[in-house]
């Protein structure tokens, strides 16, 4: 990343709506010192440099005498706005024409194009957001369901930050607690009374600990779960991701195995996605593309939060599906177990199964389909989300957290053993370096270059 990013100096421009997209209007934020002279420049209308901050005008963008497009001017005046810039946005006509006159206008008026996530970099460095809110702006823009809305929601207003903030307040006092020690070496005394501090080490440590482990069902919540269709060939699993997915995006077919390249696909029940990953089947077989299948489809199980294992009892007798179910338990993943083609079993039929506790569907028929997804549901434990609490859905910060929990078992280490005071404070250093990453606190331009160069332009 160049210095010039980090020159919050220059005033940035850009599309901030979604570029080609239909629709009647189109917004383009300017941000930087000269954000509101430089649309005034341009703008008929009153003089903007003169209004109040959070006031909308209408006038006109010339290019000279040139009229380019009526517009709407939304002024945000420095520390009041996004970035705690000068700020405008000019809502336009959405012409792609009228966009890029006004962009290239702008531009000739000495603004510049703004980077890949620059204005939220820009909101990030003059603190009106740490990094870690920052970063849930890009995952808000992403979400697509209501637990991934709700969690991105939640840490973009500081929930996470702000647990993380009282951790790094009660380490900071006891680090210099500590470090006062070093300056009186020489006297032996302990300032930081150690049972206090193995204690507070332990709460904090207990923290940590259950934000990591909040990270597989942050990580659920945000990107889905992720579930296989598993069964013997023909027992009806594109079919049924079909009767799921609603539309025909499964290749469906009579020859057994013609599914042979797995197929992702989500669907959103009461407000969680479920990836679907269609499988080739789990049966042995000779044939060299449909082995290379079979491999895959165990790799994609093993990627699997959850496994719906479908059978047909018109093929398989109760003694192989049994000997299935057994191949499925020792993935030890959850499983639910489906009998496919109800429609075709009599009761007598369907004796054998009944200490299975099946559930029974049709996929053809698409019944039971209601069912069976209440019960995918009921798997990914529904009871035990709540997300109120923190949970952590970034893997940058639940790397940063296993850091942090290392570098506090090493505090408490000390604290039990004959650990000098420096080495200690070293230790609690350490932790609050590493806390300090996720919220930016301790940051580097590739780091930073790293987050905002996944962010869109415009954002
Ligand atoms: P896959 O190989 O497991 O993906 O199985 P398919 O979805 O391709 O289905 C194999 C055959 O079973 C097709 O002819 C389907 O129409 C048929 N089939 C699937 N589900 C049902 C069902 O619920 N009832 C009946 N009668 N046939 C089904």
Sequence with gaps: MSNSTFNTQDTIVALATSPGAQGAIAVIRVSGPDAITLVNSVFKGKDLTRQKSHTIHFGTIRDGEEIIDEVLVSLFVAPHSYTKENSVEISTHNSKYIIERILSLLIRQ??????????????????????????????????????????????MRGGFSNQLKKLREDLVHFASLIELELDFSEEDVEFANRDQLKALIMQIHAVVLKLIQSFEQGNVLKNGVP??????????????????????????????????????????IKGITFRFIDTAGIRETEDIIEAKGVERTLEKMKQARLIIYLFDPTQDDIDAVQKQIEEIRTLNIPFVTIINKSDLLTEEARQPYAALQPLYISAKEQQGIEELKDELLKQVNLANINTDDVVVTNIRHVEALQRTSEALEKVLYGIDNPVTSDFLAMDIRQALHHLGEITGTVTTDDLLDNIFSKFCIGK
């Excluded at 620059?118 to 209501?146: H, K, P, W, Y």
């Excluded at 699993?237 to 025909?248: R, V, Y």
Aim: aromatic letters at 2%; proline letters at 2%; zero cysteines.
């Design 110 to 155: 000495g603004a510049r194009s703004a980077r890949p996530g620059e204005f939220t970099l820009r909101a990030f460095l003059n603190g009106s957001m740490d990094l870690s809110q920052a970063e849930a702006v890009a995952d808000l823009i992403a979400s697509n369901s209501a637990a991934s809305h709700q969690v991105a929601m939640q840490q």
């Design 227 to 268: 579930v296989v269709i598993a069964g013997k060939p023909n027992v009806g699993k594109s079919t049924l991701l079909n009767a799921l997915l609603n539309e025909e995006r499964a290749i469906v077919s009579d020859i057994a195995g013609t599914t042979r390249d797995t197929i992702e696909d989500e669907i959103n």
